[in-house]
T-cell receptor
Framework: ETGVTQTPRHLVMGMTNKKSLKCEQH?????MYWYKQSAKKPLELMFV???????ENNSVPSRFSPECPNSSHLFLHLHTLQPEDSALYLC??????????????FGSGTQLSVL | RKEVEQDPGPFNVPEGATVAFNCTYS??????FFWYRQDCRKEPKLLMS???SGNEDGRFTAQLNRASQYISLLIRDSKLSDSATYLC?????????????FGTGTRLKVLA
C-alpha cells in the first residue's frame, strides 16, 4: 500500500498534445510537491502547494501548469512540451513544508517521453 | 560547489561486504538530513533520517558530522537486494524557507 498514488506510470506524448498527471495522497499531509528527475541529475523541485495554495514555483516554464483543488489532490497539466522535458516526474507529500524535519513521501512517478 | 555532493559510483561489492557512502553539503544552516533509496525507474523511498548522535537501523548506520558538513551511510553484510541508488537529502534554509536538496545519488551493486 502506498500513501501517495500517482498516475499514469508511463506517458508518451507528442509536442502538440495536452495531458495531465494526477497525484493523490492518503496521509493527511498539508504539503504536496512536484519534482522532475532527469537522467544523472538530482531531483529538481518544480512546485510546492500548502493547503491548496502554491507556495513555491521554481522558475518552471509555463507549459507546466499545476493545480491543487484540495489538500489531497495535485495535478500537473502538460501542453506543448519539448523533447528535453522527457523525465521522471514525481509527486511527493509531507506534513508541513515549513518544518525542517518533515519526511517526504513519494508517489511511484510518471515516466514521461515527449516525441 | 554543489549544494549536496555524492560520489555517483557505482560501488560494486560482493555479498556480505560492508560498504560506506559519504555525502557533503555546503549550507552550514542545514537542519535535517535523510538517506533515501531509489530503485531503477522507481520513486525514492525513505531509508532513514540522520541524527547528530548517529543512528542505526538493522544493518544500516547513518552518521552526521556537522563540523565537516558531511553525512555517511554504512551498510553491513550487504545483500543482493541492497542494489539500488542511495540519495542523500538535506533540508536547508533559503530565504527563510526550508527546501529539500537532493544529491545525484550513489549507485550500489551487490554481486553474488
Amino acid at each position: 500500500e502506498t500513501g501517495v498514488t500517482q498516475t499514469p506510470r508511463h506517458l508518451v506524448m507528442g509536442m502538440t498534445n495536452k495531458k495531465s498527471l494526477k497525484c493523490e495522497q492518503h496521509l493527511g499531509h498539508n504539503a504536496m510537491y512536484w519534482y522532475k528527475q532527469s537522467a544523472k541529475k538530482p531531483l529538481e523541485l518544480m512546485f510546492v502547494y500548502s493547503l491548496e495554495e502554491r507556495v513555491e514555483n521554481n522558475s518552471v516554464p509555463s507549459r507546466f501548469s499545476p493545480e491543487c483543488p484540495n489538500s489531497s489532490h495535485l495535478f500537473l497539466h502538460l501542453h506543448t512540451l519539448q523533447p528535453e522535458d522527457s523525465a521522471l516526474y514525481l509527486c511527493a507529500s509531507s506534513q508541513d513544508w515549513r518544518m525542517p524535519n518533515e519526511k517526504l513521501f513519494f508517489g511511484s512517478g510518471t515516466q514521461l517521453s515527449v516525441l | 560547489r554543489k549544494e549536496v555532493e555524492q560520489d555517483p559510483g557505482p560501488f560494486n561489492v560482493p555479498e556480505g561486504a560492508t560498504v560506506a557512502f559519504n555525502c557533503t553539503y555546503s549550507n552550514s544552516a542545514s537542519q535535517s538530513f535523510f538517506w533515501y533509496r531509489q530503485d531503477c525507474r522507481k520513486e525514492p523511498k525513505l531509508l532513514m533520517s540522520v541524527y547528530s548522535s548517529g543512528n542505526e537501523d538493522g544493518r544500516f548506520t547513518a552518521q552526521l558530522n556537522r563540523a565537516s558538513q558531511y553525512i555517511s551511510l554504512l551498510i553491513r553484510d550487504s545483500k543482493l537486494s541492497d542494489s539500488a541508488t542511495y540519495l542523500c537529502v538535506v533540508n536547508s534554509v533559503f530565504s527563510g524557507t526550508y527546501k529539500y536538496i537532493f544529491g545525484t545519488g550513489t549507485r550500489l551493486k551487490v554481486l553474488a
